[in-house]
Nanobody
Framework: QVQLVESGGGLVHAGGSLRLSCAAS????????MGWFRQAPGKERAFVAAISWSAGSTWYGEFLKGRFTISRDNAKNTMFLQMDRLSPQDTAVYYCAAKSEDGLWRSSRMYDSWGQGTQVTVSS
C-alpha cells in the first residue's frame, strides 16, 4: 500500500499560480506512476494529469491547454503540479493518486491509492 499526502492548495486570484505537491510513502517500489484528479462541487472527478515513474512520460486533460505542468522527483517520491494562469473554473479539490500498473492513465479506476485532497480556490 502507498500512502499519499498532498500539499500546496489555497486561495489565489485569477491569472495566478499554485504548485501542488504529493509525497508518497510506503510501498513506493511498486509505483508505475501517479496522477492528479480534481472534483468541483456538483461535478464528477476529472482527470488532470499523470506521469509515469520510470520514463517520466506525461498525460494531460484536454481542457488544460498547456497551463499545468506535472513533474516528479523520484529520489523524494514526490510528484508536483505547477498550475499557471488559473481561472475560477479551476476551483476544485485536487486529489493525488498512485497506480501500480502501466496504461489507462486517464481512468481513475486504475489508481490504487488516493490522497485526502487539497482545496484550490481561484477568485475572479
Amino acid at each position: 500500500q502507498v500512502q499519499l499526502v498532498e500539499s500546496g492548495g489555497g486561495l489565489v486570484h485569477a491569472g495566478g499560480s499554485l504548485r501542488l505537491s504529493c509525497a508518497a510513502s510506503g510501498r513506493t517500489s511498486s509505483l508505475a506512476g501517479m496522477g492528479w484528479f480534481r472534483q468541483a462541487p456538483g461535478k464528477e472527478r476529472a482527470f488532470v494529469a499523470a506521469i509515469s515513474w520510470s520514463a517520466g512520460s506525461t498525460w494531460y486533460g484536454e481542457f488544460l491547454k498547456g497551463r499545468f505542468t506535472i513533474s516528479r522527483d523520484n529520489a523524494k517520491n514526490t510528484m508536483f503540479l505547477q498550475m499557471d494562469r488559473l481561472s475560477p473554473q479551476d476551483t476544485a479539490v485536487y486529489y493525488c493518486a498512485a497506480k501500480s500498473e502501466d496504461g489507462l492513465w486517464r481512468s481513475s479506476r486504475m489508481y490504487d491509492s488516493w490522497g485526502q485532497g487539497t482545496q484550490v480556490t481561484v477568485s475572479s
